[in-house]
């Protein structure tokens, strides 16, 4: 069982930036792709970026494509999402999660691990 704990969340003005962090456990941290999504109230979670197990392969969602970058160390076991040029539309909780295998995806039903969230807000 994998546990994830996110961090770095906060409030922001838009054109701002913002580091989230997410520290896992309990499994081997560099066979799983690793995710990052986010939920606004009111709304689906949506996908926002992806990387693989290795770090080789990356995908990022189109409304953030540009401004947000996802990496991970996994001497650390920990995968980053810089966040940049923040717009008030980005504020919502963002969930770190871990997938069951190590390529890169966009979909929701492959990762089997979530963290508790993480809120930022963007002010305009």
């Known amino acids: 069982q994998v546990q994830l704990v996110e961090s770095g969340g906060g409030l922001v003005q838009a054109g701002g930036s913002l580091t989230l962090s997410c520290a896992a456990s309990?499994?081997?941290?560099?066979?799983?792709?690793m995710g990052w999504f986010r939920q606004a109230p009111g709304q689906e979670r949506e996908f926002v970026a992806s990387?693989?197990?290795?770090?080789?392969?990356?995908s990022t969602a189109d409304s953030v494509k540009g401004r947000f970058a996802i990496s991970r160390d996994n001497a650390k076991n920990t995968v980053y999402l810089q966040m940049n040029s923040l717009r008030p539309e980005d504020t919502a909780i963002y969930y770190c999660?871990?997938?069951?295998?190590?390529?890169?995806?966009?979909?929701?039903?492959?990762?089997?691990?979530w963290g508790q969230g993480t809120q930022v807000t963007v002010s305009s």
């Open positions: 999660a871990a997938s069951w295998g190590p390529y890169s995806t966009r979909q929701y039903e492959a990762y089997d691990a």
């Open positions: 309990g499994r081997t941290f560099s066979t799983n792709a």
């Open positions: 990387i693989s197990g290795n770090g080789g392969s990356l």
